[in-house]
Nanobody, 121 residues
């Protein structure tokens, strides 16, 4: 049974930092592309960052230079370090896993339940 469990969300003031974690189980972690998505109320779910099995990363333009995606393959755990947070980063953040060629949101097979990030002014 595949499980992705996020943690680390919370409330922070603008300019602050948070680190999200996603613990994965039930599948061979290194076989999949891992990603973070986010969804603000009333808006579409957007891809934030991805990382593949050899550590190649991609970032959405709106987080580049502020967020860092990384993983610990030995622990089957994905992370998102978020620095210089802005109020517009407020959203539910989701961990996702999909085949190595995944790109669109529909390509990702497995999803966590989400963790809320709230950034205040």
């Amino acid at each position: 049974q595949v499980q992705l469990v996020e943690s680390g969300g919370g409330s922070v003031q603008a300019g602050g930092s948070l680190r999200l974690s996603c613990s994965a189980s039930g599948y061979t972690y290194s076989d999949y592309l891992m990603a973070w998505f986010r969804q603000a109320p009333g808006k579409e779910r957007l891809r934030v960052a991805t990382i593949n099995n050899v550590g190649y990363t991609t970032y959405a333009s709106f987080v580049k230079g502020r967020f860092t995606i990384f993983q610990d393959n030995a622990k089957n755990t994905l992370y998102l370090q978020m620095n210089s947070l802005k109020p517009e980063d407020t959203a539910m953040y989701y961990c996702a896993a999909g085949p190595r060629n995944s790109y669109y949101i529909g390509d990702f097979n497995y999803w966590g339940q989400g963790t809320q990030v709230t950034v205040s002014t």
